[in-house]
């Protein structure tokens, strides 16, 4: 399919193609707003993207937007596609495009327009009766868009500010084909099914609370969870070397002044005054890093330094984009920061590289790679910035890994490389990063001593491979519907006692699996066996182990595993040491 630029470059991509899909989608909100304004002209209009899973558009309506005005939108959308309207580019100066908006009376329009520079050129892109402000791409033409269905309906402030106006928010998803779009549906089901806020709370995991939003408690089996993947974490992280470290969780202001962070991640950190002196709480954990680098002199024999650390930080998320633990307030970072020389980068970044192979693979997540170079609001020269962004790049090659550009998403002090991972039912996530930066050892002055006896300054590498572990939880709850494998659960056996009378042969079968650091629980009600049982697989436990009168005089077990059947799979009587056996050799190999 054709794709028009601002410029007004045409080009092919296919809609499998990251700039296919952006064009595609955002050319369908463009068909969602001109269908509003059909149907309904008084509405305002707002912004409407194109997202990473379909598109929206936010709009002002004079009146209660229901369920029956979206079908109608919908009906609308489709008849403008059949019109097969070709789509237009035409570059403005700010005034004409102010004279524009307010001849529409679009008062948001008008809003983003007075806050560009006045020099700025601005672009149209016009579609049949519908003209919109718009830096594209789009779709030279709106036939291709074959298949629509608006999805939802949602409140959101005007530029995301509880302060501002509260507009209605229509989700849309578009695909070439009808196929496509059934596909997706049926992913959206099993992905409500999979919603990690619903399983998450009634497999007692975790809670969100209106007394903390954003900040989610976790439960005593949710703690569990994540004490597991420390556990893990620390165990590859000792093999490949690194050290841990713990840094405060509140520091002065002249602290992130140093790093940057006052200047340029102001608007998300919280604040205090304590001494009469302004501290922030961290948002990031690699400041303390440097100044625990910096509390000893380092030869370069010392390099590669690789500094771990699960930090605690807390950012000033918007309270429209909290999600659950996918999108908090307070998270726990997997943070390290490698010190090394310039020879040592390349080796680096693909040793970083490969632990986050092992590690999504221990999960079962295939992943994409995204390089995104220098954002406008940056720190550091051109060079500097075009060295750590080539030096990524050929890393990533070198190994035969594909990636795709995202133009100025880096960090305000470095590209990046962002781990995309795919779980089971096709979703995307953000988890992994690796951070290139030659700014912050610069900022803090941090040295080593070469083989020449004179001083240099290290290069520094910030990388994640979980990203947030609450987040990580969050993914993991709907990656595996609930069913985690048997080492990650919070229960791994349920003891169903046949009845009161065999209450104490099950405490004595859980009391052996203590022992052996086996995750127990007895359900000790006064329920028929076949109600426990369905109890039991409801909480994706991953063995049950029912004890009645044969088993009390065999000292045995029968065993039933949770993945087959309705009632799970019956694997029989056994010795309560070979379950044992079976169990820890499971455990011990992260299965």
């Known amino acids: 399919m054709k794709v028009l630029h601002k410029n007004g470059e045409i080009t092919t991509s296919n809609f499998d193609e990251r700039e296919g899909k952006k064009a595609f989608w955002h050319t369908s909100a463009h068909v969602l707003a001109q269908a509003v304004k059909h149907l309904y002209p008084d509405t ?39 019109d097969s309207l070709s789509l237009q580019v035409r570059a403005v100066s700010r005034k004409e495009a102010l004279s524009f908006m307010e001849n529409a009376k679009e008062d948001f329009k008008l809003e983003l327009i007075h806050e560009l520079p006045d020099a700025e050129e601005l672009t149209f ?41 509260m507009l209605t928010r229509i989700y849309g998803i578009s695909f070439p084909g009808a196929a496509e779009l059934q596909e997706y549906l049926h992913r959206l089901e099993e992905a409500k099914a999979r919603d990690h806020r619903r399983l998450g709370k009634e497999l007692g995991l975790f809670a969100l609370l209106d007394e903390g939003p954003g900040f989610p408690f976790l439960l005593p089996k949710g703690l569990i ?13 000792t093999r490949e070397g690194y050290v841990e470290i713990s840094t405060p969780m509140i520091m ?52 590669p330094l690789r500094m771990g650390e699960l930090g605690l930080v807390h950012r000033h998320e918007k309270s429209g984009t909290l999600h659950g ?37 221990k ?15 940056s720190i550091g020269s ?19 890994k594909s990636y795709v550009i995202n133009e100025g998403d880096g960090a305000f002090y470095g590209p990046k490389l962002d781990f995309h991972l795919r779980d089971s039912i096709g979703r995307t996530w953000q988890c992994g990063t690796i951070q290139l930066d030659f700014q912050l050892p610069q900022r803090f002055g941090i040295e080593y001593t070469g083989a020449d006896g004179e001083k240099h300054r290290p290069i520094m590498l910030h990388r994640v491979i979980f990203g947030s572990i609450e987040r990580f939880i969050g993914i993991l709850i709907e990656h595996y519907a609930g069913k985690f494998p048997l080492w990650l659960s919070p229960v791994q056996v349920k003891v169903l006692p046949v009845s009161d009378k065999y209450l104490d042969y099950a405490k004595e079968v859980a009391g052996q699996l203590r022992i052996r650091n086996i995750r127990v629980e007895i359900d000790k009600r006064d329920e028929k ?63």
Not at 363 to 377: A, C, K, V
Request: proline letters at 3%.
């Open 44 to 82: 305002k209009c707002a912004i409407g993207p194109a997202t990473d899973n379909g598109f929206y558009y936010d709009f002002a309506f004079s009146f209660p937007f229901s369920e029956e005005n979206m079908l109608a939108v919908e009906e609308e959308m489709k008849r403008i596609v059949r």
């Open 125 to 165: 892109y016009r579609q049949g009766d519908y003209t919109e402000l718009c830096a594209g791409p789009h779709l030279t033409n709106t036939s291709p868009i074959k298949a629509i269905k608006l999805l939802s309906v949602a409140g959101a402030y005007w530029r995301g500010d509880e302060n501002n106006q």
């Open 225 to 237: 969870i994540k004490n597991q993947l420390i556990d893990y974490w620390r165990k590859i992280h």
């Open 252 to 303: 002065n202001r002249r602290l992130w002044e140093t790093s940057g962070h006052w200047d340029y991640y102001r608007d998300k950190m919280y604040t205090t005054v304590i001494d009469e002196t302004d501290f922030a709480v961290r948002p990031m954990n690699c400041p303390g890093g440097m100044l625990v680098y910096n509390l000893q002199p380092h030869s370069y024999r010392d390099l």
């Open 325 to 361: 633990l996918m999108r908090v307030r307070c998270l726990t970072q997997d943070d390290a920061h490698i010190f090394m020389t310039r020879q040592q980068v390349q080796d680096e970044i693909r040793g970083v590289i490969r632990l986050i192979d092992e590690v999504y693979d």
């Open 363 to 377: 999960f079962g997540f295939s992943y994409e790679i995204e390089l995104s170079t220098r954002p406008d609001n």
């Open 382 to 400: 051109d060079e500097e910035w075009e060295l750590a962004t080539k030096a990524l790049a050929d890393a990533v090659s070198g190994m035969g």
């Open 529 to 591: 066996l076949g109600y426990k049982i369905r109890e039991a697989r409801m909480d994706r436990v991953p063995y049950m182990l029912i004890v009645g009168e044969k088993e009390k005089c065999n000292h045995t077990v029968s065993v039933r595993q949770r993945d087959a059947g309705a009632a799970g799979q019956e694997l029989g009587e056994m010795s309560l040491d070979w379950l044992i056996e079976l169990i820890r050799e499971a455990v011990d190999n992260l299965r």
